[in-house]
């Protein structure tokens, strides 16, 4: 439904605007979240990455050090991902059980591994 622009199986579940502005990046300024994070303590890059209404996002590849701009993912705690990328039409869900997160780079690994195998 969230690859598809809020639509499954032919049923309208989100609208497309809706959709849109949540994956938005809604930081002020339309800063990162290097700049405005409080704590130091994260599992993933703050540099490269927005937030939107229940979603990161990549900003900047560069920056977040993974392929993916204009995606829009989030992460659990035990190294769990999913993330949509309208522009690739690509959709990933990975379920794993290690804890803590930063154990293992599987999220930047997993997300890089598959990009750098699409052929246009």
Same mark, same amino acid.
């Not at 409080?38 to 490269?48: D, K, N, R």
């Not at 977040?64 to 995606?71: E, F, I, M, P, V």
């Not at 522009?87 to 869900?93: I, P, R």
């Given at each position: 439904?969230?690859?598809?622009?809020?639509?499954?199986?032919?049923?309208?579940?989100?609208?497309?605007?809706? #959709?849109? #502005?949540?994956?938005?990046?809604? #930081?002020?300024?339309?800063?990162?979240?290097?700049?405005?994070?409080?704590?130091?303590?994260?599992?993933?890059?703050?540099?490269?990455?927005?937030?939107?209404?229940?979603?990161?996002?990549?900003?900047?590849?560069?920056?977040?050090?993974?392929?993916?701009?204009?995606?829009?993912?989030?992460?659990?705690?035990?190294?769990?991902?999913?993330?949509?990328?309208?522009?690739?039409?690509?959709?990933?869900?990975?379920?794993?059980?290690?804890?803590?997160?930063?154990?293992?780079?599987?999220?930047?690994?997993?997300?890089?591994?598959?990009?750098?195998?699409?052929?246009?």
């Amino acid at each position: 439904m969230l690859r598809r622009g809020g639509e499954l199986d032919g049923e309208r579940i989100l609208g497309p605007r809706t #959709l849109r #502005l949540m994956t938005r990046n809604h #930081l002020a300024g339309g800063r990162d979240l290097t700049q405005m994070a409080e704590g130091a303590f994260s599992e993933t890059a703050y540099e490269g990455v927005g937030f939107g209404l229940g979603f990161a996002m990549t900003l900047s590849e560069v920056g977040a050090g993974t392929l993916g701009a204009g995606d829009f993912y989030w992460g659990g705690a035990a190294s769990t991902i999913f993330w949509v990328d309208p522009v690739e039409d690509l959709s990933a869900v990975f379920m794993t059980q290690l804890m803590p997160s930063a154990t293992f780079n599987f999220r930047g690994q997993l997300k890089n591994i598959i990009y750098s195998a699409i052929v246009d």
